[in-house]
């Protein structure tokens, strides 16, 4: 094993490792919010229509 084969498994160890605690971090908080409902909030989406006489008009170039 050449030694960029080395620093390349190395590093490839490195990236795994940072991965695997990053995605532990990720489980604790799910398992922290667990069992929580959404009902005190309020849909995310406001004004869904516009007034209906905004509506657009689409039309055919003409030339």
Not at 9 to 28: H, P
């Amino acid at each position: 094993m050449t030694s960029d084969e080395q620093t390349n498994t190395g590093a490839s160890e490195e990236t795994k490792r940072k991965f695997r605690e990053a995605l532990d971090r990720k489980k604790k908080a799910a398992e922290k919010r667990s069992g929580e409902s959404h009902l005190d909030g309020g849909s995310a989406v406001q004004n869904t229509h516009g007034p209906a006489e905004k509506q657009r008009e689409f039309r055919r170039k003409s030339g």
